[in-house]
Antibody
Framework: QVQLQESGPGLVKPSQTLSLTCTVS??????????WSWIRQPAGKGLEWIGR???????NYNPSLKSRVTISVDTSKNQFSLKLSSVTAADTAVYYC??????????????WGQGTMVTVSS | QSVLTQPPSVSGAPGQRVTISCTGS?????????VHWYQQLPGTAPKLLIY???NRPSGVPDRFSGSKSGTSASLAIAGLQPEDEADYYC????????????FGTGTKVTVL
């Protein structure tokens, strides 16, 4: 049974770079046809899709964040990562990593991590 | 503000049927893109409830059902139970946004 777990600093200073890692257990990140994605949720608000990386390395980002986002994958560690630069208080949110199945359009997020709270504050 | 609009809240007594709408436009649901639904219990990550408009993943009770018509989609919960009290989100694709996924505004379901 595949499981996802986010990790990274819970506090980031304004203008710095937020860095999170999602560790995949119970299966290989390289097997199958999946998108490995990041989604965030500010407190009391809705879900916002950040971006995704395909098993073979191609990426897509939310246009509203594209200039600041980088998603990468490390198959040797069975992990994928999120970097969000030049953060402000508006980036304070719970960040989820998720696996998306590709057989439908849009992809459906069938497995989620538990989420990690990131606060942007000095 | 999302391009997929949901009512902020719906409520019902145990055993009742409630429906949640997800209203879009010709650039998303109306263009034929699939709609998925997620349930988010308090303090937890979202869970896939319905995919491809009307399909339930293994383990999801059959009292949850989804449908799509025109520029809208709906999630119905039959025989409402206390454990159904949660936030529900629809998800689809919008060709005008340039982002592969867009979520609805979310609906809080309260069991009276």
């Amino acid at each position: 049974q595949v499981q996802l777990q986010e990790s990274g600093p819970g506090l980031v200073k304004p203008s710095q770079t937020l860095s999170l890692t999602c560790t995949v257990s119970g299966g290989s990140i390289s097997s199958g046809s999946y998108y490995w994605s990041w989604i965030r949720q500010p407190a009391g608000k809705g879900l916002e899709w950040i971006g995704r990386i395909y098993t073979r390395g191609s990426t897509n980002y939310n246009p509203s964040l594209k200039s600041r986002v980088t998603i990468s994958v490390d198959t040797s560690k069975n992990q994928f990562s999120l970097k969000l630069s030049s953060v402000t208080a508006a980036d304070t949110a719970v960040y989820y990593c998720a696996r998306a199945i590709v057989v439908v359009v849009p992809e459906a997020f069938d497995i989620w991590g538990q989420g990690t709270m990131v606060t942007v504050s000095s | 503000q999302s391009v997929l609009t949901q009512p902020p809240s719906v409520s019902g007594a145990p055993g009742q049927r409630v429906t949640i709408s997800c209203t879009g436009s010709s650039s998303n649901i109306g263009a034929g893109y699939d709609v998925h639904w997620y349930q988010q219990l308090p303090g937890t990550a979202p869970k896939l409830l319905i995919y491809g408009n009307s399909n339930r993943p293994s383990g999801v009770p059959d009292r949850f059902s989804g449908s799509k018509s025109g520029t809208s989609a709906s999630l119905a919960i039959a025989g409402l139970q206390p454990e159904d009290e949660a936030d529900y989100y629809c998800q689809s694709y919008d060709s005008s946004l340039g982002a592969p996924s867009v979520f609805g505004t979310g609906t809080k379901v309260t069991v009276l």
